[in-house]
């Protein structure tokens, strides 16, 4: 019974695709995007799942969400556009992307992550949405990409500069525990899973001793700036 109502819940490739107006040529390729390597260990007949197109539409969004900013901001300084390029591609703010076009529902899950919460799981969010990025890519070509993205990027940069969520959250809160007395925050690495070309790094920080926020991402990097960003919402520095 659970399984027939997870089935009446999940929205076929081609469905997604004609409802985000996409249409992409290569029906394989877009449910390659959709599969995650949960429901290939529980479907061994699937060809494969999206994580080397999750690699590729990582580079992708890197290279476009950069030439973006370089032409929508002119006046911005090189270290701003860098600030700003980094706060687009965060990890939250891609599984945010893959929220409002309600990707979680068009996902190929395993039943063990879909019972777990998968589709609504930050960094699984992110990385399917990567992946959609580069199928995207290779059935229709960088100009298709730049149409899909350049609204989700647009709304956003508003809303990350208006919030201030462009400076860095790590120095950031460095300086609000100092300001307290509270000392230096430390990141804690608490689990890395998947496969080297796609981990995912969990971590936490903590300030005097206290677990302040809770963030993931491809690299330490990444998740220690989601951590701080975290612990900035938690103490009411940013919304």
Known sequence: MEQFLDN????SAQDFAQRLDLYISDPLLLTRALTHRSYLN?????????????????A???FLVGA????????????????LRSALVRTDNLAQFARD?????AILLGHGESDGGGRERGALLCGVFEALIGAIFLDQGISRVQKFISPMLETAAVQILSANKDRDPKSTLQEWAQSQGLGTPHYKTISASGPDHAKIFEIEVYIDGQVYGYGNGHSKQTAAKSAAQAALERIGMVE
């Open 68 to 83: 973006w900013l370089y032409n929508r901001f002119p006046e911005m300084s090189e270290g701003d556009l860098t600030r």
């Open 101 to 105: 076009i309600d990707l979680g529902k």
């Open 60 to 62: 992708v969004l890197d």
């Open 8 to 11: 009446l819940e999940h929205e």
């Open 42 to 58: 529980e479907h061994p007949e699937s060809v494969e799942d999206n994580e080397r197109l999750e690699f590729l539409g990582d």
